[in-house]
């Protein structure tokens, strides 16, 4: 069992950053991989970005190429995601997820645990 709690969410305006941090309990995530999700008001939980085991392997959606960087430090047992550049559309509440396995993995129907989720929003 991992429990995930994610932390760092706030308000913002347009253009600044912040950083989120999701920090595990349970078991070491050096044997999971590790995602961020998205669910803004109205809509569908969405992918943000996921990191392999290591780290060595992200994926990001195409929305936050180049603005967001997930990273990881297996031996705090936390994973991270810096958003910089923020944009009103990025306003959200951001889930942390976990999946025992070491392949980066980007769909969420894949990720057994979950954290309660963080809000960000974005002012413009």
């Known amino acids: 069992q991992v429990q995930l709690v994610e932390s760092g969410g706030g308000l913002v305006q347009a253009g600044g950053s912040l950083r989120l941090s999701c920090a595990a309990s349970?078991?070491?995530?050096?044997?999971?991989?590790m995602g961020w999700f998205r669910q803004a008001p109205g809509k569908e939980r969405e992918f943000v970005a996921a990191?392999?085991?290591?780290?060595?392997?992200?994926e990001y959606a195409d929305s936050v190429k180049g603005r967001f960087t997930i990273f990881r430090d297996n031996a705090k047992n936390t994973v991270y995601l810096q958003m910089n550049s923020l944009k009103n559309e990025d306003t959200a509440v951001y889930y942390c997820a976990a999946n025992y396995g070491y392949i980066v993995v980007v769909t969420s129907t894949q990720y057994r645990y979950w954290g309660q989720g963080t809000q960000v929003t974005v002012s413009s």
């Open positions: 349970g078991r070491s995530i050096s044997s999971y991989a």
């Open positions: 990191s392999d085991w290591s780290g060595g392997r992200t």
